[in-house]
């Protein structure tokens, strides 16, 4: 299971500190939540801010951008030239999904289609076998520390059989992620539907603990 630490609960005005000390507690994806106040009510940041901390943090760490913008398909290069590696991209922000997920990849990055908890899972199962990952969205984007919505079961299992029928016909094996609400109580449930790659981020950012200390108590929820 990859824990996928969500800067957005972090402190934004000490991020590389707070994003280095996830790293130093063995965590190498960091998820960065890039929201526009157009897709999304709310606006974090964008490639400037991303440059700065790929510069602060070095070439090892999986900058992950969960982009919640509009018009992805038009400025995604911007983000893999910040030094983004992997992008994913809301079904309902772009016009032409196949042709924005193949262009992410033809530019250099890993890709993946988030689909929202009110979105059909039809889309992202459309374009599977160009994908590396799928993120199924447990809240509604655009704010941390929301409530994680059960019903996503249904959709988590249904992938999961989707991509092992993709991956025994010799085709891609993607990642499922999902994001919001995950913490050490419910974190061993989403492995057994299924989930590969967990995004965290009030239950590592927050005022109980260091990140190395509520990681462990999830590494126990997860033996
Ligand atoms: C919400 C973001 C999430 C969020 C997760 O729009 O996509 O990544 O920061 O935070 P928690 O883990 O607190 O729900
Ligand atoms: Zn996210």
Not at 23 to 41: K, R, S, T
Not at 70 to 97: P, R
Not at 211 to 218: F, K, R, T
Request: glycine share 8%; net charge negative; aromatic share 4%.
């Amino acid at each position: 299971m990859i824990i996928a630490p969500s800067v957005l609960t972090a402190n934004l005005s000490a991020l590389a500190g707070d994003c280095r000390e996830a790293l130093d507690a063995g965590l190498d994806w960091l998820h960065l939540d890039v929201m526009d106040g157009n897709f999304v009510p709310n606006l974090t940041f964008g490639p400037p801010v991303i440059r700065s901390l790929r510069k602060a943090l070095g070439p090892d760490a999986v900058f992950d951008a969960h982009l919640m913008i509009e018009n992805a398909e038009d400025s995604y290069q911007q983000y893999i030239d910040a030094g983004c590696n992997h992008l994913s991209i809301h079904v309902e922000a772009v016009t032409h999904l196949h042709r924005a997920v193949t262009a992410i990849r033809e530019a250099g990055a890993t890709v993946g289609v988030v689909l929202n908890p009110g979105t059909p899972i039809e889309a992202a199962l459309e374009v599977l076998s160009e994908l590396d990952l799928v993120l199924v969205m447990s809240v509604n984007p655009g704010f941390g520390g929301q409530s994680f919505i059960p019903s996503v079961e249904k959709k988590i299992r249904t992938l999961s059989e989707a991509i092992k029928n993709q991956v025994a016909a010799g085709g891609r094996p993607v990642q499922i992620q999902v994001d919001g609400g995950v913490k050490a109580h419910n974190i061993a449930m989403l492995r057994e539907w299924g989930v590969t790659n967990c995004v965290v981020g009030s239950g590592l950012f927050n005022q109980n603990a260091n990140v190395a200390d509520n990681l462990a108590i999830i590494h126990e929820a997860l033996q």
